[in-house]
């Protein structure tokens, strides 16, 4: 007696490949985006932090192509502390139904990332020296406050000068008489 034929299966055709921000079925929005392992934030006052909670969100965001009230949701999601308080105050007033993204970042900002603090950076950033500091921490100190005076480096030569301008003057004598003269902000930090 043969052994009985076994059907072979036709092979599976292949299947298009999903698109990493593309939801699984069921999954909810907020377990894709706890996925991307966003930062919290706790109601700093510090505009760095502020700044950097903001951007890291919307990175993940612009990412996942969440809607405003998802990305609302999510940012209210990972706030604590002082900021948890805040926004259980701000409710209170606000639809949170219909509160879009920019309309969430109007409240956020004028309590986080308000005039007086944006000022105070930016005179840090007018009379940032470099002291003691080497010129990588001086470098980083300088890229981090120069966000909040755009205005002062708008070229790449007013960049240059003023990173300049704030280097001990013994360093910025060597770095400007050195072999070649620096034409960018890179080149005076290297």
Not at 56 to 66: A, G, H, T, V
Not at 149 to 170: C, Y
Request: proline residues 7%; negative net charge; hydrophobic residues 35%.
């Amino acid at each position: 007696m043969n052994p009985p034929l076994q059907q072979q299966q036709p092979p599976l055709p292949p299947q298009p490949a999903r698109d990493q921000n593309e939801a699984q079925v069921g999954e909810p929005v907020y377990e894709r985006f706890r996925k991307q392992q966003p930062p919290t934030f706790e109601g700093d006052i510090d505009p760095l932090i502020v700044e950097e909670w903001r951007c890291s969100l919307e990175r993940i965001f612009d990412f996942m192509k969440l809607t405003d009230q998802e990305k609302v949701a999510c940012a209210v999601y990972q706030m604590k502390n002082n900021a948890r308080i805040w926004w259980d105050v701000v409710k209170r007033t606000v639809d949170v139904n219909t509160l879009t993204w920019m309309g969430f970042l109007e409240l956020f900002n004028s309590k986080y990332y308000n005039a007086n603090i944006l000022d105070a950076k930016m005179d840090e950033f007018q009379e940032l020296k470099q002291g003691n500091s080497t010129v990588i921490e001086y470098a980083h100190k300088f890229d981090q406050l120069s966000r909040f005076a755009p205005g002062l480096v708008a070229t790449e030569n007013e960049r240059k000068r003023r990173f300049m301008k704030g280097l001990r003057s013994g360093l910025a004598k060597l770095v400007d008489a050195g072999e070649t003269r620096p034409h960018t902000y890179a080149e005076a930090v290297e």
